[in-house]
């Protein structure tokens, strides 16, 4: 896989686009590049991105004045922003230079957060610069058989955890992410243990928020994973429904007692911040241990507190 720098002739900022029907989370989308150097079975990139390589856009100066217009457009509301939603935030050290420059530009912007997600355990670059209150560091987690299965090249589920485990001792906020979660007969166990594994070695207060995701795709990503695994795939054979806005799900009932199990167990764990990503009105009514109202309340600065609107709803 190579790294390959082209000019980006459109924006770099956007906010997260959601999905139709659902309850966003206010969350802005910073993309730095497209490409990822591991090969995750299930990853949207599969059929988004025409490329097998790694597209870093050259023209970062353009990113970083439009990134400041931006938030100094909104003035002091507090926002959130991510890079990791169309490449690795930490899996490539040609980026680290621009997560740097990144968390400089918010140094002095309390009320701007940045998330950098990754399933690497590169967090050197971050160890070497003071802990800053708006720099949040991310994994993405699974059971550890899954990583072996289907997260190829990735770190492994302790190096992960003993990676964050590192970053919050140096002073930073974490967040997790449980997504995508495969809902079959026998993984709801796994699950629950990822849950205890991950808080027997992570402080919950460090933790600013958690997501969680059922397994989803649309048919073009069906169709690219079938034709990547000999068409063939584990995951692929359980039921799903097509849901309105035109992706494929678990059935409800499913989600909602993975999502209600495993939500549960985080509670026992701390005051989390815990959200679904992708879901509905209608699922979230059913949530046994919190509501939506948490999706307007993810910012550190918002303790209890509502601030614009939900998106995608
Ligand atoms: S819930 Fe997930 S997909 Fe929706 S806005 Fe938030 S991060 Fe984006």
Redesign the pocket.
Known sequence: MKIIYKENKGGFIKP????PG??????YIIAPGTGCPFNCSYCFLNFYSKSKDIILYSNTDKMYREFVAFIDNKKNKPLRFGTGEFIDSLAVKELDSVNLELAKIIKQRPNIVIEFKTKSSNIDTFLKIPAQDNIILSWSLNPQWIINEEEKGTASLEERLYAAKEIVAHGYSIALHLDPIFMTENTLDDYLELVDKTFSIIPAKSVKWL?M?GFRYVEDLKLAILENNNGKKWFLGEEYIKCEDGKFRYPKFLRLKFYNRIGEKIKQKGAIKT????EGAQLWKDISWGDYSV?TNLHPLEIGKSYGSI??Y
């Open positions: 997260c686009p959601c999905s659902r309850l966003g989370c206010d969350y997501s995701g959200y679904l990503c992708m999706l998106t995608g």
